[in-house]
């Protein structure tokens, strides 16, 4: 597509209850990039996904927050068991490879737990 | 520890005038640093990129410097517009570190007509 699409645009969710998060990143981008973003904080990076290699998973926060990719196309973001300090924007972007230069952002999921 | 620092205190100028924006960064060997601006609501959108080598980049009203030895990055919008405000982030991504941005909290931008 033109763009980076996400999936839902907002979503409110009760505590405890698992959420998932989509992301389509531009046809031909090899990276893909999931990040969050804290009401009045800076994007902190969560995974990045570069081609067949392995995924980063450095930045997730627990091993409630899993996320796979297809191929090279589609990703989906796993919250299980959500608690309220995971009520945040999630942000997905894309490149054409690692250093390629600058990210294609979609607009984000914002995710309420309540 | 390291961080990454921006302006936490919103920047308010005159319509025409030069907006400068610092990024102040700790600890970092940055491969490069990108700047985005983000609008209320969305995703941040990618203005420009510059190198551990390059000193200074230019985009039209946009430049950004880059100096390595002070680890700050200047970011400039001359001829600045009601239409440039926003919050603008500055971003590094360490040298062995591919594919982890590593984001300021950003620095809000109001250009007044």
């Known amino acids: 597509g033109a763009g980076v699409s996400q999936s839902p645009s907002n979503k409110v969710t009760e505590k405890g209850k698992d959420v998932e998060l989509r992301c389509d990143p531009i046809?031909?981008?090899?990276?893909l990039y999931w990040y969050r973003q804290r009401l009045g904080q800076g994007l902190e990076f969560l995974i990045y996904?570069?081609?067949?290699?392995?995924?980063?998973k450095s930045g997730l926060p627990s091993d409630r927050f899993s996320a796979e990719r297809t191929g090279e196309s589609v990703s989906t973001l796993t919250i299980q068991r959500t608690q309220q300090e995971d009520s945040a924007v999630y942000l997905c972007?894309?490149?054409?490879?690692?250093?390629?230069?600058?990210?294609?952002f979609g607009s984000g999921t914002r995710l309420t737990v309540v | 520890s390291q961080k990454i620092e921006q302006n936490s205190e919103a920047l308010n100028i005159q319509e025409g005038k030069t907006a400068t924006l610092t990024c102040n960064y700790t600890?970092?060997?940055?491969?490069?640093l990108q700047w985005y601006r983000q609008d209320p609501g969305r995703g941040p959108v990618f203005l420009l990129l510059?190198?551990?080598?390059?000193k200074e980049k230019r985009k039209e009203r946009l430049k950004v410097t880059f100096d390595t030895t002070l680890k700050q990055s200047l970011f400039h919008i001359t001829a600045s517009q009601p239409a440039d405000s926003a919050t603008y982030l500055c971003?590094?991504?360490?040298?062995?570190?591919?594919?982890?941005?590593?984001f300021g909290q950003g620095t809000e931008l109001s250009v007044k007509p």
């Open positions: 972007a894309s490149s054409l490879g690692l250093r390629t230069g600058g990210y294609t």
């Open positions: 600890n970092y060997s940055p491969a490069y």
């Open positions: 971003a590094l991504e360490r040298d062995n570190q591919g594919g982890k941005l590593i």
């Open positions: 046809s031909g981008h090899t990276a």
């Open positions: 996904f570069q081609g067949n290699s392995a995924p980063d």
């Open positions: 510059i190198r551990e080598n390059e």
